[in-house]
């Protein structure tokens, strides 16, 4: 399926599945896990102490965005009937997180960040825009999502701009 079929939701409504759901639920949670943990440690690599302090609390607001996530996928398996639940408690303890991204100073490391992001960001629009037409909460579960990335997104922007104040021009 394309990017246009999804957008304009022109494919049979009988393809979309709350398993689909739950299973890009489940995705996007492993990926902010993922992006979470890489906050941490780069907040662990920043070189003074203020870089560190925002970089923790960007990290906060993230758990934020995972226990959305978290929640439902809880709501939405329970919907399916489908037994997602109990796979979801084993991924919640050996969650497959990829190793942090790297940089070659705090900026860099930042714009890992920012990028990674964004395009979690760029996914939950696409996602909201998908499911709106046929489950109208879950397009407001992927707004509120959008929305937190975006406040994210700014925080770690400003991170980055006080780190190398030429950078993002």
Same mark, same amino acid.
């Given at each position: 399926?394309?990017?246009?079929?999804?957008?304009?939701?022109?494919?049979?409504?009988?393809?979309?599945?709350?398993?689909?759901?739950?299973?890009?639920?489940?995705?996007?949670?492993?990926?902010?896990?993922?992006?979470?943990?890489?906050?941490?440690?780069?907040?662990?690599?920043?070189?003074?102490?203020?870089?560190?302090?925002?970089?923790?609390? &960007?990290?906060?607001?993230?758990?934020? &965005?995972?226990?959305?996530?978290?929640? +439902?996928?809880?709501? $939405?398996?329970?919907?399916?009937?489908?037994?997602?639940?109990?796979?979801?408690?084993?991924?919640?303890?050996?969650?497959?997180?990829?190793? @942090?991204?790297?940089?070659?100073?705090?900026?860099?490391?930042?714009?890992?960040?920012?990028?990674?992001?964004?395009?979690?960001?760029?996914? $939950?629009?696409?996602?909201?825009? $998908?499911?709106? @037409?046929?489950?109208?909460? &879950?397009?407001?579960?992927?707004?509120?999502?959008?929305?937190?990335?975006? /406040?994210?997104? +700014?925080?770690?922007?400003?991170?980055?701009? /006080?780190?190398?104040?030429? +950078?993002?021009?």
């Amino acid at each position: 399926m394309g990017f246009w079929e999804r957008l304009i939701g022109s494919e049979s409504g009988q393809s979309k599945d709350t398993r689909e759901l739950v299973h890009d639920l489940m995705t996007s949670y492993s990926d902010e896990r993922g992006l979470a943990q890489q906050i941490r440690d780069h907040a662990e690599h920043s070189p003074h102490q203020s870089g560190q302090q925002q970089l923790r609390g &960007v990290a906060t607001a993230q758990d934020h &965005v995972v226990q959305l996530l978290h929640d +439902a996928i809880k709501a $939405y398996a329970e919907r399916a009937n489908q037994g997602l639940q109990s796979q979801q408690d084993k991924n919640d303890q050996n969650a497959d997180v990829p190793p @942090p991204k790297g940089g070659k100073n705090h900026w860099a490391r930042v714009v890992h960040d920012l990028e990674d992001n964004q395009a979690l960001m760029k996914r $939950y629009t696409e996602q909201g825009i $998908y499911w709106d @037409p046929e489950l109208p909460d &879950v397009g407001v579960l992927f707004l509120s999502l959008e929305q937190e990335k975006s /406040r994210i997104g +700014a925080r770690l922007r400003d991170i980055a701009l /006080r780190a190398d104040s030429h +950078a993002l021009d």
